[in-house]
C-alpha cells in the first residue's frame, strides 16, 4: 500500500507542476504580452526536477510584493510558494524592473 501512496503523491506533485507552470503563462501573456516565453525542465541530480519559465518582459521587484499581492486571481505566486513547500520543493523568483521574470520550480521527483 504505501507504493500507492507515493505514486499518488507523485501524480499529485505532476498535476501541481502542470497547473503551476499555467499560471505563469497566463502570468507572461497577462503582463508581457507579445514577448517570448521560454519553459525549460531538466533533472538536477538530487532527485529533484527543475522547471524554469521565463520571459522578457517589464519584470518587477519581488521585494515589494506582498502576501495579499501575489495571491490575487488564478493561483498566484504567493500560492505555488506555498504548494510547493508543502511536497518538500521551492519556487524562487529572479526578475528586475525592465529585465524580464525568471520563475524556477524546483520539485521532488516521484
Given at each position: 500500500?504505501?507504493?500507492?501512496r507515493q505514486t499518488?503523491?507523485?501524480i499529485?506533485?505532476r ?6 507552470v ?5 502570468n507572461?501573456v ?8 521560454h519553459?525549460t525542465?531538466k533533472?538536477?541530480g538530487?532527485?529533484?526536477?527543475g522547471?524554469?519559465v521565463s520571459?522578457r518582459g ?7 510584493l ?7 486571481g488564478g493561483l498566484?505566486?504567493?500560492?505555488i ?11 524562487r523568483?529572479?526578475?528586475a524592473?525592465g529585465?524580464g521574470?525568471?520563475?524556477?520550480l ?5
Amino acid at each position: 500500500m504505501p507504493i500507492l501512496r507515493q505514486t499518488q503523491k507523485a501524480i499529485d506533485v505532476r498535476v501541481f507542476l502542470f497547473q503551476a507552470v499555467r499560471e505563469l503563462l497566463l502570468n507572461a501573456v497577462k503582463h508581457a504580452p507579445g514577448r517570448p516565453v521560454h519553459i525549460t525542465m531538466k533533472g538536477t541530480g538530487l532527485g529533484k526536477l527543475g522547471v524554469v519559465v521565463s520571459d522578457r518582459g517589464p519584470g518587477f521587484d519581488p521585494a515589494k510584493l506582498d502576501r495579499q499581492g501575489i495571491q490575487l486571481g488564478g493561483l498566484g505566486l504567493f500560492n505555488i510558494r506555498e504548494r510547493m513547500a508543502s511536497f518538500g520543493g521551492t519556487l524562487r523568483i529572479d526578475s528586475a524592473p525592465g529585465h524580464g521574470t525568471r520563475i524556477t520550480l524546483i520539485a521532488p521527483r516521484g
